[in-house]
């Protein structure tokens, strides 16, 4: 490990290396939260609604961190969230990822927005987790599923909170557009971070050649820099509960569907055949001062009663953090922010010391709770907040 790597302490330590490395337009896009950032940050604040309870003198000298989903059992009970266009934050980002996530044992998502084909990320030292944007039609909708099954992948995830793009004034005011638009003051952008320049943009380009967006569709996409195209954000309006039935009968393996905040919304969707959800607010950056996955958490949990299992993702940056979820009942948690930042400032081995980091503080507080097995985490370890134990007994 370099000495740059051995200086991160902790998840957010990256995100600060990696302002210092991606330029302005990619570390907007990134970054990015919706509008005033009020669901990022509620996201963030409802970790501190719940306290630990721990027990002492337990014999915490063996502690288990498996975790079974969907038929699988990985090594610890977290996940790399889809997150597109990483192959811009880090040379071929996209593989990084994925064998990051494969030699350390969790699954990686990858996104409907990356740049790297799907054929070339699944696979044994890939992953057979795919996401998707559905395409606006029946018969586009079939094309994609037929070529992800092709592919290899064992787990589709529809995300289900995009019928429009969110507000771009935060992706403008940073010169962020999907494609990027050449223009000075872009190439600007690019030279004063010499390092992401030549170690991946323009070691990008001559290895491998202009990046695509190459997943969205059945067919590859339009270029990530281009002066007049537009990416295609149409048809999805109209999407509804018959599109993902119609996934559901044209679809082989499991079906997860992220996005779930509503119980009424989890009910449906496991009556339509998903067999997980993941509750999510889309990392805070689709419609603002919306409710924190943590906060509904409970609530779809018993709105689908056990019958499938339940994800979560949402400015989850500490092993405490991911501890609560679980204690509260979720079956996993998936990570993205801080698994970009990760692989672009350090690579494979910058999103294996994030991995490493979040796994040490897992195992160290499951210690320091008096629990040696994720089964044992209960709502029996976790307190209310004062604050919000106060505002319950509120008349």
């Known amino acids: 490990m370099t000495r740059r790597l051995e200086r991160i302490l902790n998840l957010d330590d990256f995100e600060h290396a990696a302002r210092r490395h991606l330029p302005r337009p990619l570390l907007g896009y990134v970054a990015s939260v919706a509008e005033d950032g009020h669901t990022a940050q509620a996201s963030r604040d409802a970790f501190e609604d719940h306290q630990f309870l721990p027990r002492a003198l337990v014999n915490v000298s063996s502690i288990e961190l498996e975790r079974e989903l969907l038929g699988r059992r990985y090594a610890l009970p977290f996940g790399i969230a889809p997150m597109g266009i990483s192959a811009l934050s880090a040379f071929r980002g996209d593989r990084v990822l994925a064998q990051a996530a494969a030699t350390a044992g969790i699954p990686m998502i990858v996104s409907g927005s990356s740049l790297t084909p799907m054929e070339d990320l699944a696979g044994a030292q890939g992953t057979d987790w795919f996401q998707a944007y559905l395409p ?32 771009p004034e935060t992706h403008r005011r940073h010169g962020f557009s999907s494609p990027l638009r050449p223009s000075l003051r872009l190439a600007w952008d690019g030279l004063v971070r010499p390092r992401w320049l030549f170690g991946t943009f323009l070691r990008t380009i001559i290895q491998d050649g202009m990046p695509h967006f190459e997943n969205n569709a059945a067919t590859r996409g339009v270029a990530v820099l281009s002066r007049n195209v537009n990416r295609d954000f ?48 889309h990392g805070g950056r689709q419609l603002d001062s919306t409710v924190a996955p943590l906060r509904m958490l409970p609530e779809v949990l018993d709105a689908v009663e056990g019958n499938v299992p339940v994800m979560i993702d949402g400015g989850f940056r500490r092993g405490s953090h991911v501890l609560k979820a679980l204690a509260l ?51 029996e370890q976790l307190r209310p907040a004062r604050s919000v134990a106060a505002e319950n007994q509120a008349p």
Do not use: C
């Open 329 to 379: 009942g979720a079956d996993f948690v998936f990570l993205g922010r801080p698994f970009n930042y990760a692989a672009s400032v350090g690579g494979q081995a910058g999103v294996a010391r994030a991995v490493q980091l979040l796994a040490e503080e897992i195992e160290r507080n499951m210690a320091l709770l008096g629990v040696t097995r994720l089964a044992e985490l209960g709502r």
């Open 234 to 281: 149409s048809g999805r309006r109209h999407l509804d509960w018959s599109t993902l039935a119609h996934v559901r009968r044209h679809w082989p393996g499991n079906l997860v569907v992220k996005g779930i905040l509503h119980p009424d919304d989890a009910r449906r969707a496991v009556a339509t055949g998903a067999d997980g959800l993941i509750v999510s607010n």
């Open 136 to 167: 606006g039609t029946p018969e586009q909708v079939e094309a994609l599923l037929a070529r992800v099954t092709r592919a290899g992948f064992r787990n589709l995830v529809i995300t289900v909170d995009f019928a429009v793009p969110p507000n």
